[in-house]
């Protein structure tokens, strides 16, 4: 059964930095692409960045340069770290992973940035 299981999401102050962790098992995970979706209430779920198996990543212009995504695939596991975050970057964050026509989703981490 593939399962993709999102971690490291909570509560930090404007400007400070959080690290989301996804775990994926079920799969062939150096095969797959990831990508971190966001999705803030009432708004459309938004590609945030994205790292193909061959290690060139992709970032949204609202998190360029503060962002970074990278992959571990003798963890099976994809990173996304975030830096001088903003009240704006408030969202569940979500894990993807496709290949082909394969695409599965995590249950999403909950990302809240207030003083």
């Known amino acids: 059964q593939v399962r993709l299981v999102e971690s490291g999401g909570g509560l930090v102050q404007p400007g400070g930095s959080l690290r989301l962790s996804c775990a994926a098992s079920?799969?062939?995970?150096?095969?797959?692409?990831m990508a971190w979706y966001r999705q803030i209430p009432g708004k459309q779920r938004e590609l945030v960045a994205i790292?193909?198996?061959?290690?060139?990543?992709n970032y949204a212009d609202s998190v360029k340069g503060r962002s970074t995504i990278s992959r571990e695939n003798a963890k099976n596991t994809v990173y996304l770290q975030m830096n001088s975050l903003k009240p704006e970057d408030t969202a569940v964050y979500f894990c993807?992973?496709?290949?082909?026509?394969?695409?599965?989703w995590g249950q999403g981490t909950q990302v809240t940035v207030s003083s």
């Open positions: 993807k992973a496709s290949w082909g026509s394969m695409n599965y």
């Open positions: 079920g799969i062939t995970f150096s095969r797959y692409i």
């Open positions: 790292i193909t198996s061959g290690g060139v990543t």
